[in-house]
């Protein structure tokens, strides 16, 4: 009996913030979530750091009621929340009680799969997140962050696989957010992984940046039943370009090999369409091809950091010397150990790059997320540190070596008792993430901002139509039903 693959959705979530800056707005969603559940995923990723932070300070909008929108429109997906385990989903370390808080919170919302992943790679940090996850009842993905290094071997990555499989995660991801695989590799990985796995779901999430995504996802597919057991994808125009392959591309591939894919090929279509429509009416591209950059392969920079380094020179009156910071960041890399260029740790090296390269003394200026990460407050470095840069930013000082969730404070109360009364803890997590500034200038459309909103393609078209001052009567007939629909300005719609 062939294999039966299932396929994870990031259009809505990785596949807008690569592509469209995050700028989706939970008005576009509604009208094809409905469609979405129809079309069987596994998990819709949903949300995460740059979702949220951008549902407040761009979009005006409440992040935790778009997940009770989605949940009331797709009560039988999974809804996906990711988070950096300690980080949450901003960039610096907080304690326990906030990674509680803020995971409780988000399962009331509607949330019901989360995955976890460390910027570093340093399972401990997930630890405490994955114990609560499964206390609420979650589906916990583990992942397994994929990067290049001298320290980033093969037996790195199924060490880290197999703390995980301890944690008793659902699920392991491979987890590619540059598009540094290649097939080779992919393969050995892949294999290797499925061989420690104690029953776990196995999972390939591979970004497209580089180029090597198809031949990537071809070479997981051709491992057979070893192989991964959910691919993520997205519809256009949310895929390729810097974001996944897509469905269709997964759906022939796999097919082609003898797989089953458990999915709604319809939905997927209607999908695209809709998507494809709304991206014309929003003047971007409807389609984004298949990227071929073998520099990045080299630098390793994300698309998003490169666009922050070139805006930051930008400022400066410095572009210009983007070749030298590229430079540079492969030099504080190595200097620091070798972080995971992926948030937070891929800014604070682009900062401290930019730094470097401006003032002409290097680490003379260091921004306190650096040395608290070379103090241990983020983890265990993967690899060893400079010793003249340790000595020079920590300057003595005696690194922890506990997870940074032992010795950080408990803050929830304490801020509570400070900054309350609070409406309740959505409003509190929020509070506990954002400055007063941001949230002041926050117009957060509430429930009845939806209300109007199409709740199905089909009355979003109705609703185009009804508010187009050109168009004075339409008529519509399904195939399938001998159902037909007259509207004119004066009579309204009529079903016969």
């Known amino acids: 009996m062939a294999k039966i693959i299932r396929l994870e959705d990031i259009t809505i979530r990785d596949g807008a913030q690569c592509l469209w800056a995050t700028r989706l707005s939970t008005h576009e969603i509604v009208p094809i979530a409905s469609t979405m559940e129809r079309a069987g995923f596994d998990v819709v990723d949903v949300t995460g750091g740059a979702a949220i932070d951008t549902s407040i300070m761009y979009l005006q909008e409440d992040p935790f009621e778009r997940i009770r929108i989605l949940r009331q429109l797709m009560p039988n997906t999974r809804l996906n929340f990711n988070s950096r385990g300690q980080s949450v989903f901003r960039w610096t ?44 009842g979650l589906y916990i993905i583990g992942s397994v962050t994929f990067t290049i290094s001298p320290y980033h071997t093969d037996e790195h990555f199924i060490e880290k696989t197999k703390e995980l499989v301890e944690m008793g995660v659902d699920a392991i991801s491979l987890k590619d957010p540059s598009g540094l695989l290649t097939a080779q590799r992919a393969s050995s990985l892949l294999l290797r992984m499925r061989q420690v796995l104690k029953g776990q779901t196995l ?94 392969l080299v630098h390793q920079v994300p698309g998003g950091m490169l666009s922050n380094l070139r805006q930051q020179l930008t400022d400066q009156g410095m572009v210009h010397r983007l070749p030298e910071v590229l430079e540079e960041v492969g030099r504080v890399r190595a200097e620091l150990g070798y972080p995971l260029l992926v948030s937070p740790m891929a800014q604070y090296v682009g900062i401290q790059s930019v730094l470097n390269v401006v003032t002409g003394d290097r680490y003379s200026v260091v921004p306190d997320e650096i040395r608290s990460y070379l103090l241990g407050y983020y983890g265990q470095t993967p690899g060893p540190v400079d010793p003249n840069v340790l000595d020079k930013v920590t300057r003595g000082e005696e690194a922890i070596t506990q997870r940074p969730g032992e010795i950080l404070e408990p803050m929830v109360e304490s801020f509570r008792a400070k900054n309350g009364p609070f409406a309740d803890d959505e409003a509190l997590a929020l509070a506990l993430f954002y400055s007063k500034p941001i949230l002041s200038s926050w117009n957060k459309l509430d429930w009845d901002g939806y209300r109007s909103t199409p709740k199905n393609a089909f009355s979003l078209l109705v609703a185009g139509v009804v508010n187009n001052p050109s168009i004075s009567q339409f008529s519509y007939s399904h195939k399938s039903k001998p159902l037909g629909i007259n509207y004119n300005k004066t009579t309204k719609i009529q079903e016969h």
């Open 93 to 136: 370390q907080y304690p326990d009680d906030v990674a509680h808080l803020t995971l409780q919170t988000f399962a009331r919302a509607g949330i019901d799969s989360v995955m976890l992943f460390d910027p570093l790679n340093d399972m401990r940090n997930l630890v405490f997140s994955a114990q609560v996850a499964k206390e609420l």
């Open 203 to 296: 999972q390939l999430h591979c970004h497209a940046s580089t180029g090597t995504a198809p031949d990537v996802h071809r070479a997981a597919m051709d491992l057979g039943d070893a192989g991964p057991d959910v691919f993520h994808g997205a519809v256009p125009p949310f895929a390729w370009g810097t974001s996944h392959p897509s469905h269709e591309f997964l759906i022939e591939e796999l097919e082609s090999r003898g797989f089953q894919v458990d999915i709604d090929k319809q939905a997927l279509k209607e999908m695209e369409s809709y998507f494809v429509g709304l991206a014309r009416r929003r003047g971007m591209p409807t389609s984004h091809p298949i990227l071929d950059d073998p520099e990045m």
